[in-house]
C-alpha cells in the first residue's frame, strides 16, 4: 500500500489538457451511483473529458464503474445495474445478510449481462483495476485481460468484502484476493493529471462538500475523507443500500458535484450551456398513460384515500439530471413502489418495527452462521462458481 502525505493531496494541480489524463473512482459499495450522476454531468457538458481519458482506475464498486467506461457500456445501462442490485438487496428484511442472497453473484451475473463477448480486448490497457492478496495484504493492479471470464473474475475479487460478501474469497489466475479498496482505493493516484471520483466529503476532485466543521482529515488507501457524521452515514449506506429514492438523490447530488468542478477547474465551454432544466420541464420522465394506469390502480388500493402524482420518486430529487438517466430512475422506483408488498407496510407498523430491530442482530449472527456452513459445504464439493473460469497463470 502506498501512501501520499497531506502535502500531496492539497498541491494536486489544475487539470491539464496538454498531459494524457486517468479518472480513478474509489470503491463505495451501493454510493456507485454517485458516479453515474457525476459520470453523465461530464459526459453531458465535456463529453471529452471521459472519451479522451487514457485509463480508467477503479476498486471494489469504483471498479465496476471504471470497467464500463473502458468497455463503452451506457451509463444508463450501469445505472440499471446499481440500482437493480440494490432493489435485489432491499428484498429481504436483513438485506445484504440474508443467507440467500449473495451480493457477489448478483454483481457476477449482472456483468456477464452486461459486458459484450470482447470485453477483455476493450479493457486491456485501459482499465485499472485495484486488488488486494488475501496472503499478505498487498496491493496488486490489473491491466491485463486474457478472456472475457477473466475480467469479470478480476472485478470480482476487487469487489469481495470479507464476511460482508461471504468467507471465501475469490481467486485469480490461482490466486486469493479480497477488496480491492483496503490496500488501494485511488488507482492511478500517483498521475498528477488523474480526476478523482469518491462520494466521501474529502479531497478528491469530485466529491461532495461539507458545510460543517471538520476535525480532522484521514488519509487511507489513497482516498482523503474528512471525520464527521455525514461521511459516517455516507460509509453506512455503502454497505447497507438505502431506499432507491435515496439512490436517486445520491445521483444527482453526484451530478451537481461534477458541475461544481467542472467551473471551478474551467471546463465549461461557452457552447455548453446548462439546458437540462429547461429539458426536463418539456418531457415527463415517464409516459402519462403509464402514470393514469398507476393512480387508477392506487386509487382502487386506496380506497380513493390521499394520492400524490409521482410519489414513487420526487421529481425534484432528480430535476437537473440527463433524461436517460431520469427514466431508468423513475422506472425503477416505479417498479419498485407499485411492487411495494404487504411486507413492507406491515414493517412500518411501529411495535413490529421494534421487534424486527431487537431481534436484527440475534438474526445477522444466525444467517452468517448458516451461510459459513453453505460456504463450507460448497468448497467441499467440487463446484466453486468463483473459479470455474480460472485460467492458466501467465505470471
Ligand atoms: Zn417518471
Not at 151 to 163: A, H, R
Not at 236 to 260: Q, V, W
Request: aromatic letters at 10%.
Amino acid at each position: 500500500m502506498r501512501g501520499y502525505s497531506e502535502d500531496y493531496f492539497s498541491s494536486r494541480r489544475m487539470f491539464n489538457w496538454g498531459d494524457e489524463w486517468h479518472m480513478s473512482f474509489a470503491g463505495c459499495g451501493f454510493r456507485s451511483i454517485y458516479y453515474v450522476g457525476a459520470l453523465s454531468c461530464i459526459l453531458e457538458r465535456v463529453p471529452r473529458l471521459v472519451c479522451g481519458a487514457s485509463t480508467f482506475g477503479g476498486a471494489s464498486s469504483g471498479c465496476l464503474v471504471a470497467a464500463a467506461l473502458a468497455v463503452g457500456i451506457p451509463i444508463e445501462k450501469l445505472c440499471f445495474m446499481i440500482l437493480i442490485t440494490a432493489k435485489e438487496a432491499r428484498k429481504h428484511i436483513l438485506g445484504v445478510f440474508h443467507p440467500r442472497f449473495s451480493l457477489l453473484r448478483v454483481v457476477q451475473r449482472s456483468l456477464l449481462d452486461m459486458l459484450p463477448e470482447d470485453a477483455h480486448l476493450r479493457a486491456t490497457g485501459r482499465l485499472c483495476v485495484s486488488l488486494t492478496q488475501l496472503s499478505n495484504g498487498r496491493n496488486v493492479l490489473v491491466s491485463e485481460f486474457a478472456s472475457r471470464d477473466e475480467l469479470v473474475q478480476v472485478l470480482t475479487c476487487s469487489c469481495f468484502f470479507p464476511i460482508y460478501c461471504g468467507f471465501i474469497p475469490p481467486s485469480y489466475r490461482g490466486v486469493l484476493y479480497m477488496d480491492g479498496a483496503l490496500s488501494n482505493n485511488m488507482p492511478l493516484f500517483e498521475h498528477r493529471n488523474t480526476i478523482t471520483l469518491a462520494p466521501f466529503s474529502g479531497e478528491s476532485d469530485i466529491c461532495p462538500t461539507e458545510g460543517t466543521f471538520n476535525f480532522f482529515e484521514a488519509h487511507y488507501s489513497n482516498v482523503s475523507i474528512q471525520v464527521n457524521t455525514g461521511n459516517v452515514h455516507r460509509v453506512c449506506t455503502s454497505f447497507l443500500p438505502p431506499r432507491l429514492e435515496k439512490l436517486a438523490e445520491i445521483c444527482h447530488n453526484g451530478y451537481m458535484d461534477a458541475l461544481r468542478f467542472l467551473k471551478k477547474q474551467d471546463l465549461l465551454g461557452a457552447e455548453c450551456s446548462p439546458c437540462s432544466l429547461v429539458l426536463s420541464d418539456k418531457f415527463p420522465c415517464c409516459e402519462p398513460a403509464k402514470m393514469e394506469d398507476w393512480k387508477k390502480t392506487k386509487m382502487l388500493l386506496n380506497n380513493g384515500g390521499k394520492r400524490k402524482e409521482h410519489q414513487w420518486l420526487d421529481q425534484r430529487l432528480m430535476e437537473n439530471l440527463p433524461m436517460g438517466i431520469r427514466k431508468v430512475l423513475c422506472e425503477v422506483c416505479r417498479e419498485s413502489y407499485n411492487a411495494g408488498s404487504w411486507w413492507s407496510s406491515l414493517t412500518n407498523i411501529l411495535p413490529v418495527k421494534m421487534q424486527t430491530l431487537l431481534l436484527l442482530p440475534f438474526n445477522i449472527s444466525l444467517h452468517l452462521f448458516k451461510r459459513l456452513g453453505r460456504e463450507r459445504q460448497t468448497l467441499r464439493g467440487h463446484s466453486r462458481p468463483l473459479q470455474t473460469h480460472t485460467k492458466t497463470c501467465r505470471q
